[in-house]
């Protein structure tokens, strides 16, 4: 058994309380890799920025999960060496999907996880989350739960069809479940292509499509019955057009990949919302700066001279969506 109290890693218990009180929301960058990792460091500790570094399913498939819990615990020490002297860095399991998933996780040294049992009937998501719960709370981990139906699809999330959270059983739901945090459906979806062309409208000026807003009606419904609690929203990615140009334009094919404008995003930052998930858009800044390299300069295969753009530029965007979207700068 390793806590991750002794990596120097927290749990989102403080964090979140923060963060609604504020009214900011916390993000919460995936990786795979260790330029990922270093660049979500980075902007974190230059904007003083509490951060969730989070891992899924398909992350510990590709990368292994002893390589990301070891990575976690070098970004802590990482971030004091780049001068953070209170580091606040979560390690968070994305999308677990089973109790033993979710033990494993505990056991290494994360501080925080995500049972999604928002595929299974109403009954079944609460019995599987509290088991989660139960266990979590002896170590003083946190547990995200899901309730609704995200549309979209990924390696290790697939659903063609979203169902919005239903106001009416959020209480229940969290209260029985006992979790520290919920995530909810109000129209977010994972992936670069959260909405097809016939579900947007064209904006007559830029011939851009503009994708339905989200349901903050729900929202609102759901910040009325549960007062203060944390509200997770997953599938956030915004998907910057100019990195979607800047890949078509040097041989990449995303045509009409849409996602949700960051004046919403940032609207939700303000809410009970604290925690926003975020992937696809550092994929889209890697694949942009990569692709870009290799188009001018078709000579160099040092993995290094791509790799630094492609981390300096989701440094960037993690910058951007940390001070001008969510809001969670200055807060260490
Ligand atoms: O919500 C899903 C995350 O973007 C992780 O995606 O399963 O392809 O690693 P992944
Ligand atoms: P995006 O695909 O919009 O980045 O969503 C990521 C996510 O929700 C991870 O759980
Ligand atoms: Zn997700």
């Known amino acids: 058994m390793t806590s991750y109290k002794e990596l120097g890693l927290v749990n989102t ?7 609604v009180a504020g009214g900011y929301a ?37 990368a292994n999960g002893t390589i990301l819990r070891y990575m976690a615990q070098g970004a802590v020490e990482y971030a004091k060496e780049l001068g953070c002297e209170k580091p606040q860095i979560v390690l968070h399991l994305d999308h677990g999907d089973t109790f033993e998933l979710c033990k494993d996780c505990i056991d290494n040294g ?48 697939a659903s063609e069809v979203s169902h919005y959270t239903k106001p009416e059983e959020v209480v229940d ?25 016939e579900q947007c409208t064209r904006d007559p000026k830029t011939g851009k499509l503009v994708p339905p807003p989200l349901a903050f009606d729900i929202l609102h419904e759901i910040e009325k019955k549960l ?45 009970a919302v604290c925690k926003i998930n975020i992937d696809s858009d550092s994929r889209l800044a890697m694949t942009a700066a990569i ?17 630094k753009p492609a981390r300096e530029n989701m440094k960037k965007m993690y910058i951007h969506k940390i001070v001008e979207v969510l809001g969670s700068n200055d807060k260490l």
């Open 13 to 19: 218990r403080e964090m979140f309380a923060k963060a």
């Open 26 to 62: 916390i993000p919460a960058f995936n990786f795979n890799t260790l330029e990922q990792m270093q660049a979500i460091i980075q902007a974190a500790v230059e904007t003083k920025s509490p951060v969730i570094m989070q891992v899924s399913k398909g992350a510990r498939n590709y």
């Open 110 to 157: 994360f501080s925080s996880v995500m049972i999604d049992g928002s595929s299974l009937p109403y009954e079944e998501n609460i019995a599987l989350t509290k088991k989660v719960v139960e266990y979590a709370h002896k170590f003083d981990v946190t547990v995200e739960a899901e309730l609704g139906v995200l549309a979209g699809v990924e390696d290790e999330v």
């Open 173 to 197: 739901f969290s209260t029985r479940s006992g979790c520290d945090s919920l995530a909810i459906s109000i129209g977010t979806s994972h992936g670069a292509y959260k909405f097809t062309p």
């Open 227 to 271: 007062p203060g609690f944390p509200i997770v929203l997953h599938g956030s990615s915004s998907v910057p057009q100019e990195e979607v140009d800047t890949i078509n334009a040097h041989g990449g094919k995303l045509p009409d990949a849409v996602g949700i404008p960051e004046e919403q995003l940032r609207e939700a930052s303000k809410s």
């Open 291 to 307: 692709r870009k390299h290799f188009d001018e300069k078709p000579g160099d295969f040092d993995p290094r001279q791509y790799l």
